[in-house]
T-cell receptor, first 118, second 114 residues
Framework: AQKVTQAQTEISVVEKEDVTLDCVYE???????LFWYKQPPSGELVFLIR??????QNEISGRYSWNFQKSTSSFNFTITASQVVDSAVYFC???????????????FGKGTHLIIQP | KAGVTQTPRYLIKTRGQQVTLSCSPI?????VSWYQQTPGQGLQFLFE???????NKGNFPGRFSGRQFSNSRSEMNVSTLELGDSALYLC?????????????FGSGTRLTVV
């Protein structure tokens, strides 16, 4: 069965520090998708990134970067020069794709509550 | 472009009652998924609808049901409410039934069962 582990329940850093959120996943499929979502206090899940299992390239988007390593089944998320507005709960998620690209539900990790102190 | 709209935003129900939650997807999106979020269990997949057909279902009892209309709007229903059904219910929509197209979430309906 698929599983996503976010071992860090809560992280607190001071503004401008870099912070890395860890995500480890388990799946028996060779084709799968990995996601990161941000959940601010308002409740909606804001999509950050999607990666399929065949694309191991790291990605950078502004202050955000993601490191995907199949060898360690990890998909870590780094925020550089953190800001107070980055405070939120961050979720890593996994979907095992049916052959042909069909979608099943997402399996989420428990989330990491990130607190950026001014 | 309007996002995913969920109504109502907040709901208080009594144990034993039933409840219906509504989700209007992004215009043109045909796939709608539902998730339950609780402090204890986290985010869990309920079901997904595509073109009015249920495509997948998570591990929830039969008290949880849903449907999708021809305009892609979706409703989920919970019958015989239990205290443990108190949760944030999130709806997500996608253009097609495929993770290649990504899913956009709504702000959720917070259900409290007393």
């Amino acid at each position: 069965a698929q599983k996503v582990t976010q071992a860090q329940t809560e992280i607190s850093v001071v503004e401008k520090e870099d912070v890395t959120l860890d995500c480890v996943y388990e799946t028996r499929d060779t084709t799968y998708y990995l996601f990161w979502y941000k959940q601010p206090p308002s409740g909606e899940l804001v999509f950050l990134i999607r990666r399929n299992s065949f694309d191991e390239q790291n990605e950078i988007s502004g202050r955000y970067s993601w490191n995907f390593q199949k060898s360690t089944s990890s998909f870590n998320f780094t925020i550089t020069a953190s800001q107070v507005v980055d405070s939120a709960v961050y979720f890593c998620a996994l979907s095992e794709a049916e052959s042909g690209g069909g979608a099943d539900g997402l399996t989420f990790g428990k989330g990491t509550h990130l607190i950026i102190q001014p | 472009k309007a996002g995913v709209t969920q109504t109502p935003r907040y709901l208080i129900k009594t144990r034993g009652q039933q409840v219906t939650l509504s989700c209007s997807p992004i215009s043109g999106h045909r796939s709608v998924s539902w998730y339950q979020q609780t402090p204890g269990q986290g985010l869990q997949f309920l079901f997904e609808y595509f073109s009015e057909t249920q495509r997948n279902k998570g591990n929830f009892p039969g008290r949880f049901s849903g449907r999708q209309f021809s305009n892609s709007r979706s409703e989920m229903n919970v019958s015989t409410l239990e205290l443990g059904d108190s949760a944030l219910y999130l709806c997500a929509s996608s253009l097609r039934h495929s993770w290649d197209y990504g899913y956009t979430f709504g702000s959720g309906t917070r259900l409290t069962v007393v």
